[in-house]
């Protein structure tokens, strides 16, 4: 185990807080090393995070990577034009994605970050907004990625690097095979 990964906040209910990790310069350096390493040799144009912890790795990615930075915000913020797909999450709440209009240009090959992944469908909700930009998935960056079947099925079809997979609880990954 990676030693800065023991900073997260392991406490929380259905979910883990990953902030205090990015308060330890040293532990934030050697996460943005371990996120970039598989990207480093493969081109990428942009990196898009998504609302709101991706931000932060999305952004500091990107400077390494030496890319621009898009962001794929929460329904309802840019004062702008957007492209938006709806979803419901992890929680079972409705929510939705957007993004800025021509944020992306078509054959862009973007980097896609967040700092969670669940259940996969908030990606796959920003990966449809890149997709219908024309942009390419070039990979999906993550601290952690739950292992289940809807991950597994975004693991077979993008280049993932995720730096902490949980395992899946059993009772919950075989409801799942019956959904």
């Not at 040293?26 to 912890?53: E, M, N, S, T, Y």
């Not at 929460?74 to 409705?94: E, H, I, Q, W």
Request: charged share 25%.
């Amino acid at each position: 185990m990676r030693e800065y990964l023991l900073l997260i906040d392991t406490h929380g209910v259905g979910r883990y807080d990953v902030t205090p990790l990015f308060a330890d310069a040293a532990a934030f350096a050697a996460l943005l090393d371990d996120l970039a390493r598989p990207f480093a040799d493969i081109p990428v144009d942009l990196v898009a995070g998504i609302d709101a912890l991706g931000f932060i790795l999305g952004a500091a990615l990107a400077t390494r990577l030496g890319t621009g930075f898009v962001p794929v915000r929460k329904g309802g913020k840019l004062p702008v034009p957007t492209d938006s797909v709806s979803f419901v999450d992890y929680s079972r709440a409705s929510k939705s994605l957007e993004l800025r209009r021509q944020a992306v240009a078509p054959n862009t090959r973007v980097l896609l970050v967040d700092e969670w992944i669940e259940t996969g469908v908030q990606v796959r909700a920003a990966i449809e907004l890149i997709e219908r930009q024309g942009g390419v998935i070039a990979g999906i960056a993550t601290v952690s990625m739950d292992d289940n079947a809807a991950t597994r099925a975004l693991r077979a079809c993008y280049r993932c690097h995720v730096v902490w997979l949980q395992e899946p609880d059993d009772d919950e990954d075989e409801q799942e095979s019956r959904s």
